[in-house]
Every structure is written in C-alpha cells, then in structure tokens.
C-alpha cells in the first residue's frame, strides 16, 4: 500500500490551474523529491495532500484511506513542515513542540519525552527553554522541522525545508532528513535546489506550471539527458560572446550566459567542441578555461522545458 | 483536549504580552487615578451642598413623615443644615427672606417644596434629592416664584407625583470623581478587550502558524472555541484585577453587590471580545480591521456616556444611545452601585451576551471557509 497516492488532482485558484492532473504515488520508506521552479505548483500539492487545502478533481489518499472521507486519520499521520517558518515566537523551543503534540492528541508522561526527543533531533535539546526571537535563521528552520516531529507521523512533508539558511544548518537539515528516513519515515521534500533533490531523495518528479514533467529515480531522469554534453567556456569577457550564433553550430541545443562563463549543452552524438572553440578564437575572444560537464538535474530541467530550474 | 491547549496556548501569549497588559491592566488604573483625581471638582458634593439650609415642618404623623426623617438623616450627612419650624407661613416668609434655601411642608398630602429664585440651584438639587429620595411617596413641588415687586406666585408641580419603583439611596448618594470614572473606564477599556480577539484570530495569520492548525487533527470549531475562550478568560482575569484593585486600593466605590457588577462586567466582555473575533473574520486587511474598530468603539463610548455623561442630551441622542451595549451596562452598573436598582441587569446582561452571540456565529460561518484563516 503507498503512503500516498495522488490521482489526477487538479486545482485551481479562480481561474488559474495551479495543480494540472498530477498522479504521484509514494511507496513506504521514499524520500520523494518534488522539483520545481518557483509557482510551479509544488506547495499546493503538498498543502492538498496534508488536507489543508481542498480540491477540484482527483483523488488524495493517505495509507490507504481517501484524506476526504476520513481527514482525521490522514493528518494524524502526517507531519508538516511549512514552507514559511509557523513557530511562535513567544512560546520556547520546548513549548513551541509540546503544542502541536497536543493537537495531536500526546499527552502525560510521554508528551515530555517525545517532545524533547524532537528537539533532540534537531539538535536543539540546549536551546529547548530558549525563545526563537533569539534564534538564527537556521535555528528557526530546525525548531519548525521539531514541531512537525513529536507525534512521530508516518509521513513527513516538507516544503523547501532549506530555504534561506546556513551551509552549516542545511547540511544538519539534509543529515537529519536522511535520519528520519533510516528510522522509518516516508518523506516528501520539494525544493528548487536540484543538489539538494541528488543527494537526498530516492525518487523524484519534476513540476512545472502545475505538470509533472518527469518522474523517476535520479538515474532515471539523467537517463533522459544522456544524450546530451555540457561544456561550461571561462572567458575574460562575455560582451562579443552572441548565444545567437552559438545557437547556429550544428548540435547545440542550448546557450547560457552567466558571469564569464558561456554554458554551452550540446546533443552527445554530434562532436562540434572543435567548431565552439573555432568560434571562440575566430572572434578574437580568449579562452581561459573549458570544463566538460556531465549532465545533472539542471540539464534534465533545462532539456525538458527549455528553461533554468532557478534564475 | 485540543480546546484546551488552544486555551492555554492563548493564555500564554496574552500573559506574555507586555503592551497588552500594559494596556488592559495599566493603563485604566491611570485613567481611573488621573481622571478621578483631576475631575474630582466636579463631582465635590461637598461645595455643592454647602450652605444649604433648609426650613422644614413636620408634625411627625403624616404619611410621608419617616421617609422625611430618613432623608433629613442622609442630608445632615451631605452637609446640609435642617431647622424645624411649627408654622407654614414663617416658613415662607423665611423662604422670601431668603434666610434659608427653601422650605419643605410635610403634610397629609405630601411633601411640599418652596424655593425662590436666588436659591433656585441649591434647592433644585435638594429637591432632587428628595424626590429621588421619596419617589415612592407623592411629592409635590411647590415653587415660589418672588419677584421683589409682585406677590409671590405659587406654583403646584405634581409631576414629580409619579409612581415610579423605589430607589432608596444607600451611604453614598452621590459618586465621587473617582467612582464615576472608575466604572467607565472600566467599562471602556473593557471595548479594547475586541483587540484580544483580534489578535487570537489575526496572529496566527501572521505568524503563518494557522496552516499548522489546520493541519493538525484539530476541528475548526474547535480552534475558534479555545481561542474565544482563551481570549474571554484572559480579559476576565485583568478587568477582575482593575477592579479589584480599583476598589481595595484606590478604595473607589461599588456598591454592596460586587458578584452582580462583574456579571455585567463579564457579559460585556464577551460581547467585546466576540466583536474583535466576528472583525478579524469579516475584514481581510489588518489596516480595515483597526480602522473600524478605532471607529465603532469611541462612537460605543460616547453613547455608552464614556467620555460625558449623557442626561443632559437631548432625546434623539438618549434614544440612540440605548443602541450602545455600553450604555446598557454603564448605566445599569450605576443603578445597581448607587440604587441597589437591579431591574435593568437581565436586560443589560442579555443584550451584550445576544450581541457576542451575533459576532461568534459570523466567526463560526466565516472560519468554515478553506481561506479563512491563511
Ligand atoms: N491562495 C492562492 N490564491 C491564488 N493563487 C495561488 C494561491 N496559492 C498559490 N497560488 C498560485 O498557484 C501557483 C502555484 O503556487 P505554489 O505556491 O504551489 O508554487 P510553489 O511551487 O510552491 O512555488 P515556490 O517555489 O515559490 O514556493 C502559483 O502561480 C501561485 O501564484
Ligand atoms: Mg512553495
């Protein structure tokens, strides 16, 4: 039985389709990445999914049971993490995480432990009687991932639970998700950072306005990009660099101009790095340095839509 | 169970809330001090009955003699000087004289007040308080009009010879500055109560944590009953603490019925705090929700006679005037404080707990909608 499974739900807000007939189904013991560009639709799902949100079409079911007939049960199963930090700020750490226990129905001698069992995971046991207004950024993040935690849900969500923090607070986010899914948690993670997507998640679909595009384990989906090679171009100035005319050599499908790098993908079967370099040195720009990509998550996006994951 | 932690979860962010406090707590013990004490000339009743002395015959057998004897007691101890006199006509003639502010006849029917022009303002205001006194009993103005040339013009006025319910006045017949404030500043701050129930609904908008609610097992009703109750709880708590305070330590007066003041109290509570919640449903923007409230309260208070005390204003405004819950309860507290008057407190009471009953359905109505809280 799938911890969830989504059949052709759509969603629209007035007018404007935000979720178009998606299908996801997520197995027991995944940690499912869902990958999109920002407005792609990524937190309506999951806002659908945890029954805050309601629906046009389709059908959400959580183990088993269809989270509009029995809403109860599904949420009790669920732990939410929130794309926007939703932790009071004059409650502590400690009574932030008891709360949302009780309103899932912990109580006693147990809420205690499990409460600080949470923050402990989160690596907030010392800051547990400590108010957030104090807190960094990071510490926040963590304090909002703890209150989602206490009830020990079957399923975890979250959405872009790395947003706006430390390299130091998302690697300890990025470890404790894969904690929780070794002890037996099924977890859903958007982001929009495809690195994150790689290293963590066991499958992943890729959202755009409102579509899954792409769905599979990673390997899958780099397996729809095999074909093509990345070359990433330092110059010492991009002005005379044309992506027009870039765009002209035979076998490259895409042109990107960043800083002073010209990323440049190409289709694999044609061998045209000789013609890019000629183009280069015919225009009189000096090279200083080329680098040969393999092609990630990023190009998978970029193949599919023909646009960047982030801008 | 999860009504309570949404209970007690409010509590602790008003507990923790120190401008909220300040301004439920605080600040109407300052209006109260401030105002009592600034204003308290106005309300002096000792200058007012000062040189008041009234001329007086009262064989001691008629009908309406005790409730003389009483009112003499009383005003003896407002200040006012009594003198006997055997004869109707030397009573008069005192009158004219003006040796004395006039001259009260108690007689087989009644109770008559003679008074000139000079003293006009004090004896209006004994006749006030002896019509207030023996509203019970028929009393009959008399006026004498003297006009230094003419014969004086005797006036009967029987309008004062209404039936109307007793209202015997206890120790303190009149308020002092510091009572009459301490009820409608009370009463008044009790209105900001609504800013409680704005807050339980608007902060968990901002604070983003209503998504959270909603996710958990929680239904919404009972997310919108623990913060009411929250709210209503916590307010309940800080107008029992002005009033305890205001009444032990700034030893203002409340009457022998203090259970019966915090009901009234309590029901306006509910009505204020309800008012907030129904607002902070009904208007989407945080700028329209305090733009109405800091319009509806002022218009509540000064209808409520909040700021002045309406009995002077004319009838339209005394008619609008009962639209106000405020004036409902303002009034009714005093009738209860100064005339142990207990007639108008159901209607006080039902009128106030009917309105939070109109302000928490539209919450009920509002909240089922999927936006409602997000
Ligand atoms: N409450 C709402 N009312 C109207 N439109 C909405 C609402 N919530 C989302 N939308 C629209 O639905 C679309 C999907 O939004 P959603 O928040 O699901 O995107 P997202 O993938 O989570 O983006 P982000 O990465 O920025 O969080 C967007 O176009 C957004 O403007
Ligand atoms: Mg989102």
């Known amino acids: 039985m799938p911890v969830a499974k989504i059949e052709n739900l759509v969603k629209k807000f ?298 | 169970m999860a009504v309570f932690s949404i209970f007690t979860k409010e509590l602790k962010h008003n507990t923790r809330n120190l401008k909220g406090m300040i301004l439920m707590v605080l600040f109407p013990i300052i209006l109260i001090v401030v105002l009592g004490t600034a204003l308290s000339g106005m309300f002096d009743r000792s200058s007012e009955f000062k040189d008041i002395r009234v001329l007086y015959k009262d064989p001691g057998d008629k009908p309406l003699s005790q409730a003389f004897a009483e009112f003499r007691k009383h005003g003896t101890e407002m200040g006012i000087t009594f003198t006997k006199t055997e004869s109707s006509e030397q009573g008069v003639e005192n009158i004219k004289n003006r040796r004395y502010t006039c001259f009260v006849n108690v007689s087989d029917e009644g109770l008559e007040l003679t008074k000139t022009d000079w003293s006009a303002l004090k004896a209006n205001l004994v006749e006030a308080v002896l019509k207030t006194f023996v509203e019970r009993y028929k009393t009959v103005a008399v006026v004498a009009q003297v006009n230094p040339q003419a014969v004086p013009q005797m006036i009967k006025n029987s309008q004062a010879g209404d039936f109307v319910q007793v209202s015997s006045l206890g120790e303190k017949p009149r308020p002092r500055a510091m009572d009459y404030y301490a009820i409608t500043m009370l009463t008044l701050i009790t209105l900001y109560s609504s800013l409680t129930g704005v807050y339980a609904i608007r902060n968990e908008k901002t604070l983003k944590t209503a998504g959270r609610l909603l996710c958990a097992p929680v239904g919404r009703y009972e997310l919108l009953l623990g913060k009411a109750l929250g709210a209503l709880f916590i307010t309940l708590i800080q107008v029992l603490v002005v009033l305890l305070f205001s009444k032990y330590l700034l030893k203002t007066y409340w009457g022998e019925h203090l259970g019966t003041i915090f009901l009234l109290v309590s029901a306006e509570v509910v009505m204020a705090v309800s008012l907030g919640i129904g607002v902070a449903f009904l208007l989407r923007s945080e700028a329209a929700i305090s733009g109405v409230l800091n319009m509806v309260i002022p218009i509540l208070v000064f209808f409520g006679g909040g700021y002045i005390p309406l009995d002077g204003f004319n009838k339209t405004v005394l008619l609008i005037a009962n639209a106000s819950p405020l004036r409902w309860i303002n009034t009714t507290l005093m009738a209860v404080i100064y005339a142990n008057d207990f007639s108008s407190v159901a209607a006080a009471i039902g009128f106030n707990l009917g309105l939070g009953a109109v302000f928490l359905s539209i919450a009920a109505y509002a909240i089922r909608r999927e936006g409602a809280l997000l």
């Open chain 1, 14 to 311: 007035g007018d404007a389709v935000a979720v178009d007939n998606v299908s996801l189904q997520i197995e027991q013991g995944e940690i499912f990445g869902i990958l999109g560009p920002n407005g792609a639709g990524k937190s309506t799902i999951i806002n659908v999914i945890c029954g805050l949100l309601s629906f046009d079409a389709g059908k959400v079911e959580i183990l088993g049971r269809e989270i509009k007939r029995d809403p109860v049960y599904c949420k009790r199963n669920i732990g939410i993490v929130p794309q926007d930090i939703a932790i009071y700020e004059d409650l502590s750490a400690f009574e932030n995480v008891k709360f949302f226990a009780t309103l899932y129905g912990l109580r006693g001698m147990g809420l205690k432990e499990r409460v600080e069992e949470a923050l402990d995971f989160v690596g907030l046991k010392d800051k547990a009687h400590s108010y957030p207004k104090a807190f960094s950024g990071g510490m926040k993040r963590r304090l909002n991932i703890a209150c989602a935690l206490a009830h020990r849900p079957k399923l975890i969500i979250m959405d872009e639970p790395t947003v706006g923090i430390d390299p130091q607070s998302r690697n300890h986010i990025l470890r404790s998700v894969k904690k929780l899914n070794e002890l037996g948690c099924t977890i859903i993670y958007t982001s929009h950072y495809m690195e994150e997507v790689e290293e963590i998640c066991s499958k992943i679909a890729i959202i755009d306005h409102g579509k899954v595009i792409a769905e599979g384990t990673k390997d899958e989906l780099k397996a729809i990009v095999m074909n093509t090679n990345g070359v990433w171009i330092t110059v010492d100035s991009v002005h005379q660099v044309s992506a027009e005319r870039l765009k002209e050599i035979k076998g490259v499908v895409h042109v990107e101009i960043k800083d002073n790098t010209v990323k440049i993908t190409s289709s694999a079967d044609i061998n045209n790095l000789d013609k890019i370099i000629l183009y280069f040195t015919g225009n009189g720009i000096p090279l200083k340095n080329i680098e040969s990509k393999a092609p990630d998550l990023e190009t998978v996006f970029l193949t599919l839509t023909g646009r960047k994951l982030r801008d």
